[in-house]
């Protein structure tokens, strides 16, 4: 099939990348003209060798044969001939194609996916004859049997089945210079911004790694905005007879393209970018004046961004912050379940707040709402009613980095031009909504007594009603509003007040030792040990676990799991087991997703964690030893500021008594409404499950857990409809697994895409430099974990991990230090770290990628430092 024929297939026969080419000629782009093998030309070698050994032993390998395996299909591959017919059709080909040299490229069913591109996993001839196109094909054809392909589809989540492959054969054009051009920036992620690689000769030498090239950066509107020339140590050109000339150091001081041929690229990058309505990495080549675009394939490492979040080319940006990963520690995304459920949370608690209908579910006229599997906040809005310096203040204490963004914003630059309606009366309204708040957090500083008592009722009513509303209101939506609802209450009246207690009395305390470093030491110790921490207590309640089981049976978690399953544990142990699932089974890693499945729901999750606190492997001290030993420390201190404060007055020293008491008595609270939510979530997602099976024993749904890839209206669409949208659970679940896969979602991200962060911090050689969250220092070998399970901690390793929500801080007891990518002073990580006495420092960008397991570091929590010894472990 001739690309750009009116007549060619573009279906699965043609693959990934020819089915682009053909669309950009016919679209009018410079493309090198050729045509397709397609999948259908090889149908009879794919058959010769599905009749192999080889074949049969790559569909019966488990996974430490698979590479092997593979290898032979490759091998077998040599042995295929062309028949009389592929020559034949190949020979009538060439007759249209002009030229003496050509390139023959790889085009896979799944190659050049907007999910995975698939770069460079098949191989690519260059400069091949007529004579030598039989074996550049045949070549080409093989690599489709290469353990890297099998092991890329697995990683981006692709059927494990051979996919098939044609070839694509196009005229060769001789580059003067080639390269990559993103039509959006990888860097920054942002839309506007065109970013060109360039070197002399074939773009083999930037693929390949071996040069340094050119960097130009230019805008979709304007001009150039940046470049930085390359060293260019190495170019690759043609010869006469098409072998690839090498040549060292050539022309390394000039620039590979000019202004105005970076400038007639860009053009071309946005005309695809147009034709495809999607960001695009194009690799393209110079011959003489005129440019050829030899590929196209989407970018797939931008974040993902929900098209309701973007604004139009030209108009003004809006500003947003994840609350996802500032207020719950979360990387990943969200379930459309879990999205669904977060955003009735946001919305309504926005609309407590503020008494204004909407404002948390409409991110345009409001202030937040659930998209794309994050949850986020219109800082472009918000500006409206609070200047930066304010916004920034309520930030601080969960991401310390973030909140210095925000203090340094211009409101002229990134306040909405014009005051949405939903932004007209609502301070009047939030401050009126928010009186009782207010008040009851001035009666809880004064008499923290009194709040605690009320505290107590409050919690003791809401358990009473939230047991009343699962046992009296069967269906799931009107479930999830009502106990949605009665959640955000609970926070507004109750644990709210207590949050702002403890902060202020934290705050004030702060400003009372300020100016000097040895009682500002001593003052954190007042904010370790408090009693009532629920996270606290969970991780002690896994510890008692841990004495109970043999260290013995820890080599073998499935035959623990299937002993308690079959109540075989000592009674003890079961009685202990049951009380923490009733307690604290709702929880674990992601809990704020009702998809999560909790510690309930993972007993192996839950038991690796028990093993990782057994007293084996956690150290000399219990964490109950250690919490009554903090608690101690916390006296200590506390016996030694007061008679420094006496010192200075007795006024001084009431005041510094009395502040010490609203800490004591509110700072283990900190972390409640984040509690009441999960123990929400949990009733929802049980609800869930149960229709979940219902759908899976109809045949609408393959699994119980696949409801939630419905958002909770759709789930009541399912049972009442149920062939309304056969094809939903399968869209919801491509797009789920395509936000899924980017796992560093930023704290803030423009309308445009562009990623707004901290300039980069020049530290001293040999040291990291972040936020300190809690003092003390620590010295160890580094373990950097991906997920909470993914590697056993030692005692006193240097646990390294992006964001960290409760299913973490168990991790936190064994570790010597905690270095977090994202956190601040309030950040659940940091609360417990000081709980637990263990210095950590957040605010440290990549610090998952450029510190590496077994690397030694030293950890000031007080200065907010990571220096690199250099050395391993």
């Known amino acids: 099939m001739f690309l750009g024929d009116r007549d060619a297939d573009t279906g699965r026969a043609m693959g990934g990348k020819a089915a682009s080419l053909h669309r950009m000629i016919r679209a009018g782009l ?3 003209p050729g045509f397709v093998l397609a999948a259908d030309f090889f149908a009879e070698w794919t058959a010769a060798l599905q009749k192999t050994g080889a074949w049969q032993n790559l569909l019966s390998a488990d996974e430490g044969e698979r590479d092997a395996a593979i290898r032979q299909v490759a091998a077998a591959c040599g042995t295929l001939a062309f028949s009389d017919c592929q020559r034949e059709g190949l020979r009538r080909a060439l007759e249209r194609l002009p030229g003496g040299l050509y390139a023959v490229r790889s085009s896979a069913a799944d190659e050049d996916l907007a999910g995975a591109a698939s770069a460079g996993m098949y191989r690519t001839r260059l400069g091949i004859r007529k004579e030598t196109l039989e074996s550049a094909v045949r070549d080409v054809y093989a690599s489709r049997f290469e353990p890297r392909v099998f092991a890329y589809r697995r990683e981006s989540g692709l059927p494990a ?4 492959i044609a070839v694509i054969v196009q005229s060769l054009v001789e580059s003067r210079v080639s390269g990559v051009a993103f039509s959006a920036n990888p860097e920054t992620n942002s839309l506007d911004e065109v970013v060109v690689n360039a070197n002399w000769g074939l773009g083999e030498s930037i693929v390949s790694g071996r040069a340094t090239p050119d960097l130009f950066v230019v805008g979709h509107g304007d001009g150039l905005l940046a470049k930085r020339r390359g060293e260019k140590q190495v170019s690759f050109f043609f010869s006469p007879d098409g072998d690839i000339e090498e040549r060292t150091g050539y022309r390394t001081d000039e620039w590979s393209l000019t202004d105005e041929e970076v400038c007639r690229l860009r053009d071309l990058v946005l005309e695809t970018e147009s034709l495809f309505g999607h960001p695009v990495d194009v690799e393209w080549t110079f011959s003489g004046d005129a440019c050829f675009l030899l590929q196209a394939r989407p970018v797939t490492a931008l974040l993902p961004l929900d098209k309701r979040l973007t604004t139009p080319p030209g108009e003004p940006a809006r500003l947003y912050m994840d609350i996802t990963l500032i207020e719950h520690g979360m990387q990943g995304s969200l379930t459309p379940f879990g999205s669904s459920w977060l955003d009735r949370i946001c919305a309504y608690t926005l609309e407590e707040l503020t008494g204004v209908a909407g404002i948390g579910s409409d991110i345009k006229e409001g202030l937040g709402q659930t998209l794309g599997g994050r949850i986020y906040l ?9 200047k930066p310096w304010m916004i920034a203040l309520q930030f601080e204490g969960l991401d310390a980095s973030t909140a210095e963004v925000l203090r340094n914003l211009d409101p002229g630059e990134w306040r909405n031009p014009e005051r949405p309606g939903k932004m007209k009366r609502i301070v009047s309204s939030s401050l009126w909504r928010s009186k009782d708040l207010i008040g009851r957090a001035v009666l809880g500083f004064l008499f923290p007594g009194r709040l605690q008592r009320r505290y107590t009722e409050r919690v003791t009513a809401f358990e009473a009603a939230l047991g009343d509303l699962d046992a009296k209101t069967p269906d799931l939506q009107e479930f999830c509003e009502k106990s949605g609802r009665l959640v955000v209450r609970l926070v507004k009246e109750s644990t709210g007040a207590t949050l702002i207690c403890s902060e202020a009395a934290r705050l004030l305390l702060r400003r009372m030792v300020a100016d000097e470093p040895q009682i500002r030491a001593l003052a954190e110790l007042l904010d370790r040990a408090h009693p009532e921490n629920v996270t606290t207590e969970m991780g002690r309640s896994m510890h008692r676990l841990a004495e109970q089981i043999d260290p013995a049976l820890l080599a073998d978690l499935p035959a623990i799991a299937e002993r308690i399953e079959r109540k075989e544990m000592p009674g003890p142990f079961m009685e202990a087991w049951e009380g923490f699932m009733q307690t604290y089974g709702c929880r674990g890693p992601r809990e704020i997703d009702p998809a999560a499945k909790g510690y309930a729901g993972d007993r192996l999750l839950l038991l690796a964690q028990i093993r990782n606190l057994h007293p084996a492997s956690c150290g000399a001290m219990s964490p109950g ?23 200075q007055g007795r006024l001084k020293a009431r005041y510094f008594r009395h502040l010490s008491r ?4 509110f700072g283990g609270l900190r ?3 984040k509690h009441y939510l999960v123990m929400v979530t949990a009733r929802v997602r049980k609800r869930a499950l149960e229709i979940g099976r219902r759908l899976a024993s109809a045949d609408r749904i393959d699994t119980a857990e696949d409801v939630f890839l419905l958002a909770i209206e759709d789930v009541r669409d399912a049972l009442e409809r149920p062939g309304a949208d056969p094809d939903r659970v399968e869209k919801n679940r491509a797009e789920y697994v395509r936000v899924e896969r980017c796992r560093r979602f930023p704290a803030l991200i423009d309308s445009r895409g562009c990623i707004r962060k901290l300039p980069v911090r020049e530290p001293e050689p040999g040291e990291l430099s972040g936020y300190g969250v809690s003092g003390g220092v620590a010295r160890g070998p580094v373990k950097v974990l991906r997920y909470p399970g993914d590697k056993e901690i030692r005692p ?4 390294v991990i992006g964001a960290a929500d409760p299913g973490w801080t168990p991790l936190f007891i064994t570790a010597g230090g905690i270095i977090l990518e994202v956190g601040g002073l309030l950040q659940h990580g940091s609360i417990i770290a000081r709980e637990y006495g263990k210095p950590c420092v957040v605010g440290i960008e990549n610090a998952t990628a450029i510190l590496s ?3 030694v570091v030293e950890v000031n929590g007080s200065l907010g430092t990571v220096r690199i010894d250099g050395g391993n472990g």
């Open 30 to 32: 410079p493309v090198p």
């Open 161 to 164: 089945r051979d996919p098939g």
């Open 378 to 386: 219109n800082i472009s809005n918000l500006l409206w009613l609070e």
């Open 625 to 647: 030893e250690r919490f009554l030993e903090m608690q101690r420390d916390r006296e200590q201190a506390y016996t030694e500021l007061f008679g420094y404060f006496r010192k």
């Open 662 to 665: 609203v800490l004591e008595t």
């Open 671 to 673: 972390e409640d409404h």
């Open 796 to 799: 006193g390793e240097i646990l």
């Open 853 to 855: 397991d077994g690397q």
